[in-house]
């Protein structure tokens, strides 16, 4: 790997140098394969989407849709430049996006606070530009938000989840927070790709720090 190829998976591009994109969005054709419910809106008005960022978006999504409460989830690329970006592009550093999950939830069944402990605990949000042996500036720990409430609530629990990581020796948390963009839906090979590949790669893993915050929902 030459120095542009490190320099690309380690840091941001701007939005003049990222990739041109398309016009087109990626196709959603199918329904949920595990919850069996719609991947794409309009959603009804009793439920909450939240978006998060936390390494390889494989097995990220397979840890929110076991939680009790979650309507549906679907993989994609989020906060960066490149509209309707490819896989490929966004593995070569060049569009600023972050494999992310969405999550749409009922409020009523389980909390954002719930969520954000199962974000926390599931990986670890001290690595920068990387998840474990994934490298790569969309593999950043990231929470993108949909209100003013949320992104209080994210805030608060970094806060938290900062001073037991610091405790437990661990450095602190590098989680970029900031108010959610468009969301571009992956390929559809990628969407549940666990349940799809029941022994496929999965490099989520967490610290084995608990939160301090949400009813103790676990995924």
């Given at each position: 790997m030459?120095?542009?190829?490190?320099?690309?998976?380690?840091?941001?591009?701007s939005?003049?140098?990222?990739l041109?994109?398309?016009?087109?969005?990626?196709?959603?054709?199918?329904?949920?394969?595990?919850?069996?419910?719609?991947?794409?809106?309009?959603?009804?008005?009793?439920?909450?989407?939240?978006q998060?960022?936390?390494?390889?978006?494989w097995?990220?999504?397979?840890?929110?849709?076991?939680?009790?409460?979650?309507?549906?989830?679907?993989?994609?690329?989020?906060?960066?430049?490149?509209?309707?970006?490819?896989?490929?592009?966004?593995?070569t550093?060049?569009?600023g996006?972050?494999?992310?999950?969405?999550?749409?939830?009922?409020?009523?069944?389980?909390?954002y606070?719930?969520?954000?402990?199962?974000?926390?605990?599931?990986?670890?949000?001290?690595?920068?530009?990387?998840?474990?042996?994934?490298?790569?500036?969309?593999?950043?720990?990231?929470?993108?938000?949909?209100?003013?409430a949320?992104?209080?609530?994210?805030?608060?629990?970094?806060?938290?989840?900062?001073?037991?990581?610091?405790?437990?020796?661990?450095?602190?948390?590098?989680t970029?927070?900031?108010?959610?963009?468009?969301?571009?839906?992956?390929?559809?090979?990628?969407?549940?790709?666990?349940?799809?590949?029941?022994?496929?790669?999965?490099?989520i893993g967490?610290t084995?720090?608990?939160?301090?915050?949400?009813?103790?929902?676990?995924a």
């Amino acid at each position: 790997m030459d120095i542009m190829d490190i320099r690309r998976k380690h840091a941001l591009p701007s939005a003049e140098e990222a990739l041109p994109g398309r016009e087109f969005a990626m196709p959603v054709t199918h329904n949920h394969t595990v919850l069996g419910t719609p991947l794409m809106g309009p959603f009804s008005e009793h439920l909450e989407t939240a978006q998060f960022g936390l390494g390889c978006f494989w097995g990220a999504e397979r840890v929110f849709w076991k939680v009790p409460g979650v309507y549906t989830t679907a993989v994609g690329y989020a906060a960066g430049y490149t509209p309707n970006p490819t896989y490929q592009e966004v593995c070569t550093g060049q569009t600023g996006h972050n494999e992310v999950v969405l999550v749409v939830f009922n409020p009523t069944l389980v909390s954002y606070a719930d969520l954000l402990r199962v974000f926390w605990e599931s990986h670890d949000p001290t690595q920068g530009m990387r998840q474990g042996n994934d490298w790569g500036t969309q593999y950043r720990s990231g929470i993108y938000t949909y209100s003013d409430a949320q992104a209080e609530a994210a805030q608060v629990s970094r806060d938290e989840y900062d001073h037991r990581l610091k405790a437990a020796g661990y450095s602190g948390i590098t989680t970029e927070i900031q108010a959610a963009s468009e969301f571009y839906y992956a390929e559809e090979y990628h969407q549940q790709y666990l349940d799809k590949n029941p022994a496929g790669y999965c490099g989520i893993g967490g610290t084995g720090v608990a939160c301090g915050i949400g009813t103790g929902v676990t995924a």
